[in-house]
């Protein structure tokens, strides 16, 4: 008995002591597997596999036989005809039977071509279809595929394994049982067509995918091949079934997984790389691009150190490479580059992926962490702020309480009414510089928690109220205004609208330049549908270019003549801010400074 390694052992024994010829043939038509009947039946001597199987059998060699052998390699079952072998002369010639069967692998491709031989030359008187009939039974006891024949719309005939299958304890139970019943409802259109066609048109029905039902009712999933059969001198139908739930389920959860994997590498909010071995970019995800601004295309096969690592960190980056590649998981807090050159803060985690415990890539999985270091940068500022704001509230409240109390002692001991009048006036000033230092306090912790509401603004109303509140301002009544408003209607948050209106038009006020003939502040408001752009622009005692960089820091003062509490510009940034604008200033000492604030429009 000759056989390759392509067809299994279970194959070769089962056809080994048959008495029928058999043989298999791969894609080529070079012989794999043959039996000594089939040596015996041709006078063959075969040694070694891989011979040609026409030229093994020449006579068959541009024969009906050929035809059916290259219809069996197209995935048909193929019944051969009377063939006919010449042995020297008519009376030793001898009468064959053939049947040709394609073998499937479990994606329903041909892997090659199981021929089986019988000799009929003894019953050559024999019918066609007796003799047919006699041969496919007998394969069919022995097959380790699962055959019945139904005639007449029930089974006939069925083998251990179509009964084992099914759900039945042998195969005589199966007799007399209506075909339909084991075909699943959503099937069942499709299984009827391909029944007429065997059966009207006498032609097999291709291997194809079926959902069949248990005797218990358990559904299984199937490869089903029709052959043309006849019993009893009636049209019938040998079915040949492979039980394929098992590897279809195997198949369903391999699919699921792979569609788990793929959603969890492509939708997920963090950016992911797969590394081959080598460290080349093999995958990437949509978060990475989100991240790092490369798409997939443009990172495939790229070392990651050459595209987003800074030079400064080349060797902090390998060194992560070579730990994870070692086999161990990484987790590091470092900077990556963007593509535009931008330095982002990322947290990288350096997970190693392994089969059959060899390394074969890693997953870098990445963090962006702007934000949290942002908040950060903010909680340090704040606290700054706060040990800040601390000393500063001890010393400007103190401070005023203790003139009080100096002024309230001078007033007790004085006799004269001007003085007390004057020690009065005195103490009203330190309260009021007391009172609009708390008021910047409120209004900065105000602005830190309140949301940002949305009202219809009207500039007018808030500048005359505004310029009212700010009367009792030793200079206001030598500054001049002019007011210059057009454009759409805005709205904004309306508190905070009138803090930066406060604050601004305070300042303009109380640094106004007293040396000058004639003090003013310009308002200029314009509106449009997306933003308001305010300018505030007076002609005061300006303030110098080395002071600039720092007026909007929390109290401080540009100049010795500072009367306020060092809070309003803060203020004033701190608003612009929340309400998502943008301020500018020019000033230039003893000309004059002008303050330009662009706001959203929330119409």
């Known amino acids: 008995m000759g056989r390759t390694g392509d067809l299994t052992n279970t194959l070769t024994e089962l056809f080994s002591n048959s008495t029928d010829g058999v043989f298999a043939i791969d894609t080529n038509g070079h012989l794999t597997v043959w039996n000594e009947a089939f040596e015996t039946f041709f006078d063959l001597e075969i040694s070694e596999p891989g011979d040609n199987i026409f030229d093994v059998l020449p006579f068959i060699k541009g024969s009906q036989e050929e035809s059916f052998i290259n219809e069996a390699l197209d995935g048909k079952s193929t019944v051969g005809k009377n063939l006919l072998v010449p042995n020297g002369s008519p009376n030793t010639s001898r009468h064959y039977e053939t049947s040709y069967s394609p073998i499937t692998n479990d994606s329903g491709g041909v892997n090659g071509v199981v021929g089986i031989v019988r000799d009929v030359t003894h019953r050559k008187k024999q019918t066609k279809s007796e003799a047919y009939k006699i041969a496919a039974e007998d394969v069919a006891t022995v097959s380790p595929l699962a055959m019945a024949i139904h005639c007449e719309g029930k089974v006939v005939f069925a083998n251990r394994y179509a009964a084992e299958m099914l759900g039945y304890s042998n195969e005589e139970e199966m007799l007399g049982e209506p075909i339909l019943q084991f075909i699943h409802p959503d099937c069942l259109e499709v299984v009827r067509e391909r029944m007429k066609k065997v059966l009207v048109d006498r032609e097999p029905a291709v291997a194809l995918h079926e959902k069949l039902i248990r005797r218990d009712g358990v559904e299984i999933e199937a490869v089903v091949a029709g052959l043309p059969y006849e019993y009893e001198g009636k049209p019938a139908i040998q079915n040949i079934i492979r039980d394929v739930t098992s590897s279809r389920k195997a198949e369903e959860q391999l699919k699921r997984n792979e569609k788990l994997f793929h959603q969890l590498f492509s939708m997920s909010p963090l950016g992911i790389v797969m590394l081959d071995e080598n460290y080349r970019v093999a995958k990437s995800n949509d978060g990475f691009t989100e991240i790092f601004g490369y798409s997939p295309e443009e990172m495939f096969g790229k070392k990651l150190n050459e595209v ?166 030793p200079q206001s009544g030598r500054v001049q205004r002019k007011t210059n408003i057009s454009g759409e209607a805005f709205y904004s ?85 929340m309400l998502e604008g943008e301020i500018k200033i020019e000033s230039r000492g003893g000309e004059g400074t002008c303050f330009e604030i662009t706001i959203p429009n929330l119409a």
Not at 421 to 437: A, H, P, T, V
Not at 507 to 516: E, L, R, T, V
Not at 534 to 555: C, Q, R, V, W
């Open 308 to 473: 987003i690592v800074p030079e400064i960190y080349q060797e902090e980056a390998s060194l992560i490479n070579e730990t994870t590649g070692g086999g161990k998981v990484r987790h590091i807090e470092s900077i990556r580059r963007h593509k535009d050159g931008k330095l982002i803060p990322v947290l990288i985690y350096g997970v190693p992926v392994r089969l059959d415990e060899e390394i074969i890539g890693i997953y870098g999985i990445y963090v962006d962490i702007s934000k949290r270091k942002q908040a950060e940068e903010q909680l340090r500022i704040r606290n700054e702020e706060l040990d800040h704001f601390v000393y500063k509230v001890s010393h400007d409240l103190r401070a005023p309480l203790t003139s009080l109390l100096g002024l309230i002692n001078l007033t007790k001991l004085g006799t004269n009414q001007n003085e007390i009048s004057k020690y009065i006036e005195l103490m009203e000033g330190q309260i009021n510089q007391m009172d609009g230092f708390i008021r910047d306090i409120l209004s900065h912790a105000k602005n830190l928690k309140q949301a940002v509401s949305r009202n219809e603004i009207d500039f007018q109303t808030i500048i005359e109220s505004t310029f009212g509140e700010l009367d009792h301002l």
């Open 493 to 577: 948050d309306k508190w905070r609208i009138e803090e930066i209106f406060r604050n601004l038009i305070s300042n303009a006020i109380k640094y106004s330049d007293p040396s000058k003939k004639e003090n003013h502040i310009h308002l200029e408001i314009v509106v449009t549908k997306t933003a308001a752009v305010l300018k505030f622009a007076d002609n005061g005692i300006g303030i110098a270019s080395e002071f600039l960089p720092h007026i909007y820091d929390m109290f401080y003062r540009a100049t010795e003549s500072s009367v306020g509490s060092g809070l309003g510009l803060y203020i004033v940034k701190n608003a612009v801010h």
